[in-house]
């Protein structure tokens, strides 16, 4: 079983949907990270949140440690997103090592 | 800033030469990941330095590999020899402190054939 599991691996969405992708893990962490990685192989943190909710333009993380769940939304998409978004949860015992999801494959359609 | 720099972008070698991958880290940041990526496997953290010191190194994969971080604008990754499965894509990581928000580099395509 992965420590780390996101839905869905793959997700094509039109233009101007509302988008939620959801990462799940079965350790015990104080922070996950959402990076997103163009289709060029560059890739970018997105947040790292702890508790409650964070937002940054047309993304929203939120994440509940309690149920060891977290979802990240995109409104209002755009081709623009395409990209494949991956949440990763530091090790509880190290807190270095990370534990990576298989990752969604994001496709925004014009 | 100019971002987190590896170098270089692209290697395309034969099995059993040495590969150097090399990374300069934002100015100012003290803790420096390498992560390997391939198609089965994902993302992977094959070391972590802190203030320049290997603090785990567990991700590394064998003997064959090694990391070095002579000060806090350099780290090297080493293959030695190399061989046709570390075909991957490496990315240099740099962050103000291990629990904070990392910055990746372009990362380097290898291609060992």
């Known amino acids: 079983k992965n420590e780390v599991e996101q839905s869905p691996q793959n997700l094509t969405a039109q233009e101007g949907e509302f988008i939620t992708i959801n990462c799940s893990y079965s350790?015990?962490?104080?922070?996950l990270h959402w990076l997103q990685q163009h289709p060029g192989g560059g890739i970018v943190s997105l947040f790292m949140?702890?508790?409650g909710k964070k937002k940054h333009g047309r993304l929203i993380a939120t994440i509940n440690i309690q149920e060891k769940h977290s979802s990240l939304h995109i409104t209002a998409s755009h081709p623009r997103d395409s990209a494949v978004y991956i949440c990763?949860?530091?090790?509880?015992?190290?807190?270095?090592?990370?534990?990576f999801g298989t990752g969604t494959s994001l496709t925004v359609i014009p | 800033d100019a971002g987190v720099i590896q170098s270089p972008r692209h290697e395309v070698t034969e099995m059993g030469q040495e590969v150097t991958l090399r990374c300069k880290p934002i100015?100012?940041?003290?803790?420096l990941f390498w992560y390997r990526q391939t198609m089965m496997r994902g993302l992977e953290l094959l070391i972590y330095?802190?203030?320049?010191?290997?603090?785990?190194d567990s991700g590394m994969p064998e003997d064959r590999f090694s990391a070095k971080m002579p000060n806090a604008s350099f780290s090297t990754l080493k293959i030695q020899p190399s061989e046709p499965r570390d075909s991957a894509v490496y990315f240099c990581?740099?962050?103000?402190?291990?629990?904070?928000?990392?910055?990746f580099g372009p990362g380097t395509r290898l291609l060992v054939l």
């Open positions: 990581a740099s962050s103000l402190g291990s629990q904070e928000t990392q910055y």
């Open positions: 350790v015990g962490i104080s922070a």
């Open positions: 949140l702890s508790s």
């Open positions: 990763a949860a530091p090790s509880p015992n190290t807190g270095n090592q990370f534990y």
């Open positions: 100015s100012g940041h003290n803790s």
């Open positions: 330095f802190n203030n320049n010191v290997p603090i785990d």
